[in-house]
């Protein structure tokens, strides 16, 4: 059984990581799942809970992770969302943001699918 490698990081990381990084992760002898804190693809809402983003980063990291997940075989890539009363100003846009592109995640990720909502 391969051995897991567990990372966390931001938006920002992610957007600044080039191909190098995915193409060494790749050839470690580990199944490697990177998990970025999106958290929201509104603006006011990030501005909430102090996450020093826009919505055009979270959607941009949001495409990289997809891609990457596409490409790389021993690399899975998952990001979190905040949902709640207190932490959206328009419940789920997330979704209706990123909804076009699920299908295509859907077609890269690796199986079990899971959503955590």
């Known amino acids: 059984m391969t051995p897991f490698l567990f ?14 990084l995915f193409e060494r992760l790749d050839h470690l002898p580990y199944h490697t799942f990177i998990n970025i804190g999106l958290e929201s693809c509104d603006t006011p809402t990030l501005a909430q809970i102090g996450k020093p983003l826009d919505n ?20 899975e890539v998952t990001g979190n969302f905040v949902i709640g009363k207190r932490t959206l100003r328009r419940p789920l846009s997330i979704f209706k943001r990123v909804a076009p592109k699920c299908s295509k995640l859907l077609q890269t990720q690796k199986e079990p699918y899971t959503f955590h909502l």
Do not use: P, Q, W
Not at 8 to 16: A, E, I, P, T
Not at 58 to 72: C, P, R, S, T, W
């Open 7 to 20: 990372l966390f990081g931001s938006v920002h990381s992610l957007l600044r990581s080039e191909n190098e």
């Open 56 to 75: 055009t980063e979270v959607l941009e990291a949001f495409d990289k992770m997809v891609e990457i997940n596409a490409i790389y075989e021993n690399i």
